[in-house]
């Protein structure tokens, strides 16, 4: 420290002193974003995380930062859901009429 400020005479640091960023350039931002989202022609045709990780080669978590702090994002793990019968839709559409006519009209907007 004291040979710094008895060179530069200040404690402050360089401009562009810093660790460079390797993996969040441009074309980084540029392949993660058209992995990431569904193409309008093409309907599901998004990859997940570790799918971007593994066809571009950059690590997890630069891949993760790519998402969220470049393109505003969020990485959400896919889950494993039960698939709904015609059944299944009868009863919640049958189930949903009935909770609405308990409650009137103004107090459904709030449910």
Same mark, same amino acid.
């Not at 002193?17 to 569904?38: C, F, H, M, P």
């Not at 393109?71 to 793990?77: A, E, F, I, N, R």
């Given at each position: ?17 810093? @660790?460079? &960023? /390797? ?7 540029? $392949?993660? +974003? ?34 969220? @702090?470049? &393109? /505003? ?7 494993? $859901?039960? +698939? ?28």
């Amino acid at each position: 420290m004291l040979k710094k400020f008895r060179e530069t005479g200040t404690v402050e640091r360089k401009v562009g002193s810093g @660790k460079r &960023l /390797s993996a969040r350039t441009t074309q980084n931002i540029n $392949a993660v +974003e058209d992995l990431i989202v569904s193409q309008e022609d093409k309907p599901r045709t998004h990859r997940s995380t570790r799918q971007i990780v593994r066809e571009t080669g950059m690590s997890w978590s630069s891949v993760v930062r790519i998402v969220n @702090k470049d &393109l /505003s994002m969020k990485c959400v793990k896919r889950r494993r $859901a039960q +698939e709904l019968t015609e059944f299944n839709r009868l009863a919640h559409l049958v189930r949903s009429r009935q909770l609405l006519k308990r409650y009137q009209k103004h107090d459904v907007a709030f449910i």
